[in-house]
């Protein structure tokens, strides 16, 4: 018998989703990437970008 609580369910979700930055929790913000047909998450305060799996792909320089 399968028993799922909301909790579980809730930090499944959370741990999978790219758009929350890991290390400081800020909100990250989508950047298109025309060339890889993909949607990379900038984190402004960490200044680094995630692809959609999480993975850090690049850093943000001003
Ligand atoms: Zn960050």
């Avoid at 909790?7 to 950047?31: A, D, H, T, Y």
């Avoid at 990437?33 to 998450?41: F, G, L, R, S």
Wanted: aromatic share 8%; net charge positive.
């Amino acid at each position: 018998m399968i028993r799922l609580t909301p909790v579980q369910i809730g930090e499944e979700k959370q741990s999978s989703m790219s758009l929350f930055c890991k290390k400081c929790n800020s909100r990250r913000l989508p950047k298109w990437v025309k060339e890889k047909n993909e949607t990379d998450w900038l984190c402004e305060t960490c200044g680094n970008y995630v692809d959609s799996k999480n993975n850090i792909v690049g850093q943000y320089t001003k």
